[in-house]
């Protein structure tokens, strides 16, 4: 009987020792975790299991499952959904359930906030070329961003540029993953240098046919600290004067130009005008009277035209010889060239084309011949006028 009982006892060693598994080694499980906060109560956090190593069992790589409530579990690494709470993410090998591990990990509701920084249009007043960037944190650290907050106006870069100058007091920053979720920035000026500008004066041209135009460009201000100005009547060619002479008759668009920016604008526009060219309609003459070589002779100038419309008149064009009357009536017999000028601008003449001549009556002249007396005391000598 004893033999019996050690037969059945080594039997049902071997027996068992076939039938049962070997013991499972389990390696310990190890991960890290990486996390997305949630902003205004919302529910869009997420929890995301990496670098997981360790389990048990025969499969390589071990393959694992998650767990947030350690009844429902999952193959993947990540949770999404989340409101900020603390969580316990549990993790096991999916073959050998009893080689768990677990993580505690907290998501917080972070409230947004940001600031706006800008800078300045350059160049010239009026351009689009100021610039906003935005810099943004909280929430799920993922950003729109928008200059208004109306719809369609959102974007995901903090950087607007291609602006003008002005104040800008409705940006805001919303979470990308919860779009309810804004913040609004401290309002913003974008500034721009101060606008060109200038006083213009002109002096028109004295003669129609002298281009004695003048444009003086005064008192530049605008532009950038330091200036320094340039001026032009064309929009390309500057100078550093600012005076433009021996200008025609025209329009001219005035620019000014700050250097130191650069910036040029027009400022003004001024049109150098040409007066009417002088003339005359008609110059009436009376030949002297009376004897050869009297001075009652006349000459009238009539019908003076253009210019300032104020003339002087002269018989002979030579510097002393200007009246102010178109009449003369002190003339001697002669050939005169009649000259007006225009009285505000002497430089300006006008020369009656056909010379003007006033005559006079011919001397008077005769033929005398004598004879002498006879004798002493005798009276009879005579004198013959003849030829008169």
């Not at 990486?34 to 360790?54: A, K, L, M, Q």
């Not at 060619?237 to 620019?255: D, H, K, V």
């Not at 003339?311 to 003339?331: A, P």
Request: hydrophobic share 30%; proline share 5%.
């Amino acid at each position: 009987m004893k033999i019996i009982l050690i037969i059945l006892a080594l039997f049902s060693a071997v027996f068992l020792s076939k039938a049962m598994p070997p013991p499972v080694v389990c390696t310990p499980i190890s991960a890290s975790s990486t996390i997305v906060n949630t902003s205004c109560g919302g529910s869009v956090g997420s929890i995301t299991i990496t670098n997981v190593t360790g389990g048990g069992g025969t499969v390589s790589p071990p393959v694992y499952q998650y767990s947030i409530d350690n009844a429902t579990w999952q193959l993947g690494n990540t949770f999404t959904g989340l409101m900020a709470a603390p969580y316990t993410v549990y993790i096991r090998d999916k073959n050998t359930h009893t080689c768990t591990t677990s993580i505690s990990v907290i998501i917080n509701d972070n409230p947004l906030s940001g600031t706006a920084i800008p800078s300045p249009v350059t160049g010239c007043f009026g351009n689009s070329n100021g610039s906003i960037t935005v810099n943004a944190s909280g929430g799920s650290e993922t950003f729109q961003y928008s200059l208004t907050g109306n719809a369609g106006s959102w974007v995901n870069s903090g950087e607007f540029s291609g602006l003008t100058a002005g104040d800008y007091t409705k940006i805001q920053i919303r979470d990308l993953n919860n779009k309810t979720c804004t913040y609004t920035c401290s309002p913003v000026t974008v500034n721009q240098p101060s606008a060109l500008s200038a006083t213009v004066t002109k002096i028109d041209m004295t003669c129609s046919n002298n281009a004695d135009g003048k444009i003086t460009v005064n008192n530049p201000t605008g532009g950038g600290v330091g200036d320094t100005y340039q001026y032009s009547i064309d929009g390309i060619n500057y100078q550093a004067s600012n005076q433009f002479t021996g200008l025609g008759a025209a329009t001219y668009p005035i620019y000014l130009q700050d250097i130191t920016i650069p910036c040029a604008n027009q400022v003004a526009t001024r049109t150098i005008a040409m007066p009417n060219a002088l003339g005359l309609q008609s110059i009436s003459e009376t030949d002297v009277t009376g004897c050869f070589g009297n001075s009652n002779g006349a000459i009238t100038v009539n019908g003076a035209s253009g210019g300032s419309a104020t003339y002087q008149y002269s018989l002979t064009g030579k510097t002393g010889s200007w009246v102010s009357t178109n009449i003369f009536s002190t003339v001697s017999a002669g050939t005169y060239s009649i000259v007006i000028r225009d009285a505000n601008h002497i430089g300006c003449t006008y020369t009656w084309p056909t010379p003007i001549t006033v005559d006079q009556p011919a001397v008077l002249s005769a033929t005398v011949s004598s004879t002498n007396i006879t004798c002493y005391g005798a009276q009879d000598g005579t004198i013959t006028i003849s030829n008169p």
